[in-house]
């Protein structure tokens, strides 16, 4: 891989949302796309291998069943937004009642999660970026946790903890995804001690004892 292509595929990261300058031409195109696209021109970074040039992505419409992963040129993204950059755009007007919003101002005005940088991603996220209504009222809370450092179990299992009666109280599931060297991998696993853990990356998943540890990566991985 060239300079030039390693510098793109370390400019985005999974689960950033890439505001696109025009719907590539896939010959598999399901028919809603389109449609979906013109209203919200976004596609999210997901965790898999592309050519040189090309950003794995996947796009979404207004069901849960229209899901379609495809590839997207460099030159056709117009801009990206991470997790954490959404935190900094308003809940739209009249959303605020939705649960998952309801249980991402309250993260947020009681920093369940720390000095951690952290924002939303799925439906939520989706929402915050492209201004369109997404999210609905028996929509989960989808998050992504950066820890590029250890973080300790006993931390993530009070966190865990917090975030539990967060979720009793509002009446939502919260799903809190660290991303760590490795990968990503649940903060409810890593919280209940488990010997190996389930890390999905651009290789796939795998099980690893210490996704912080370079030398525990998959094989694949280290090529």
Do not use: C
């Amino acid at each position: 891989m060239t300079d030039d292509a390693l510098a793109h595929a370390r400019k985005y990261l999974a689960h950033d949302l890439l505001r696109l300058r025009a719907l590539p031409v896939m010959d598999d195109m399901p028919a809603w796309l389109p449609l979906a696209f013109a209203d919200a021109p976004f596609a999210v970074v997901r965790r898999a291998q592309a050519p040189s040039g090309y950003v794995p992505v996947g796009f979404r419409g207004a069901l849960r069943a229209q899901r379609y992963a495809g590839l997207v040129a460099h030159e056709l993204i117009e801009g990206a937004l991470s997790p954490e950059h959404l935190l900094e755009r308003p809940i739209p007007a009249g959303r605020s009642t939705l649960k998952a919003f309801s249980a991402l101002q309250a993260i947020v005005e009681q920093r369940y999660l720390g000095a951690l940088l952290w924002g939303p991603t799925g439906s939520v996220g989706f929402e915050l970026a492209a201004r369109q209504p997404t999210a609905t009222a028996t929509s989960d809370l989808d998050l992504l946790l950066r820890t590029p450092s250890r973080l300790p179990r006993s931390n993530a299992s009070a966190m865990r903890q917090q975030l539990r009666r967060l979720e009793e109280a509002v009446d939502v599931r919260i799903d809190v995804q660290l991303e760590t060297p490795l990968g990503g991998v649940a903060l409810s696993e890593w919280a209940d001690d488990k010997s190996r853990v389930m890390v999905r990356s651009a290789h796939g998943p795998s099980l690893v004892a210490d996704p912080w540890a370079a030398d525990d990566a998959p094989t694949e991985a280290r090529r």
